[in-house]
């Protein structure tokens, strides 16, 4: 069993519409179930469709609604048809989580062109597709929340990572520029900087690493991607109107 609490943030966003990209696995799935639940209508983003299915079923069988869009969320050309099939289908986009990231860890002197390239436009580029692509809409609505998950090696750095230590400091930036320029307009904009999570990323770290990491968490334990879940619900909930700009790192101390 468990030993982290049961879920208990209760938020009501019925009528709202969320986009979450990563939404095939990990982090992003449990993202996508947990706004799902709180009744917002999820559009599951990710390459994998047969992943997506499955998260956008489990949202179905729990009486929420969910509709997945296949997507390189790298791909320019295709975030914009993205998002304006969304809005056809569902009229208006309130929350959008920019969870879509990943790793190609090696040290600098061997990090390649396309290793750097790959992870920067993954991780950063995508955000600011998103952002675009979505911010006028809730402008003119004068409501939205961008949620973007950075990293804590965003924050402290981490040998090997030099391309995604940049790519998530890259999003604390442009979380922060966005907030200040719309915040007038009632659309949020903070980032969450999760510590060690277990997933599919965590997982190829492999056990001895996952047992040093646990020993230097103050917390001796990885996180559960639906304490990650929890906090993009309180953000993007009526509670959360006033938080912007904000950096909320989750790692169990791993930065205290
Ligand atoms: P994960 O299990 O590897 O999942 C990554 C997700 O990103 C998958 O759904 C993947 O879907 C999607 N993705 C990757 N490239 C994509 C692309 N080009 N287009 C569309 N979707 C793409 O990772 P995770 O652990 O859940 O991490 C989620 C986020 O949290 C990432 O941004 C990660 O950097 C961040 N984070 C994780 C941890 C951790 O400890 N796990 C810690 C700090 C931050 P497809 O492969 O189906 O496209």
Redesign the pocket.
Known sequence: MSDTPSRRIQVDLSGQTAMV?????????AIALTLGKAGAKVAC????EE??KETAEEITAAGGTAAIYP????DSAAVEKLFEAVTEQWEKIDIIVN?????RDTLIPRMSDEEWDDVIT??LR?VFLFTRAGIQAMMRKRYGRIIN?????GIMGNPGQAN?SAS?AGIIGLTRTVSREIASRKVTVNAI??????????DALGPVVQDEVKKRVPAKR??E?EE?ADAVLYLASESGAYITGQILTIDGGLTA
């Open positions: 990209t990563g939404a095939s696995r990990g982090i992003g799935k983003i990710a390459r994998n992943k997506l997507c390189d969320v790298t969870n879509a990231g990943i790793t993954t991780n995508s998950i950075s990293s804590v090696s995604y998530k900087c999760p510590g060690f999570i277990a997933t599919e990323m965590t990885l996180g991607s990650i």
